[in-house]
């Protein structure tokens, strides 16, 4: 497996999920919606396949190679998570404790990934 991928692909998400969060503050604070076919659609694809394919490769690097303090289902709530973020971020109706649960864990759980992926990149 190559961890340069996989680093580069936790650093993408973690973008992501930052973008989510300035996003939703934004709606919150001007309580407009967000366009569906020119905001929110675009925004939620690129969210979805980035997630998708994280998932799968962090969800195998797990499994190669086990972490005590991070594990296999912490990825997968991880991916809904941020399914669920790149839709609601643009709605000012989400429920703002909930929205910024999914924001904390999903940050949490992806910088998790990135320091444990620090370590296991190829020497320059």
Known sequence: MKYEEL???????LEIVDSAQKE???????ELKGDFYTEVK??????HTLSKEWGKEADQFLRSHPQKNLHPNQIKATVENVE???VQCFFPAT?????KS?????????EQVNDILKDFESPK
């Open 7 to 13: 680093h580069h692909k936790t650093l993408e998400l």
């Open 24 to 30: 939703y503050d934004n709606r919150r604070n001007t």
């Open 42 to 47: 675009p925004f939620a694809d690129r969210a």
């Open 84 to 86: 669920l973020l790149s």
């Open 95 to 99: 429920s703002y404790n909930r929205f």
């Open 102 to 110: 999914y924001i904390q864990s999903s940050f949490y759980v992806i």
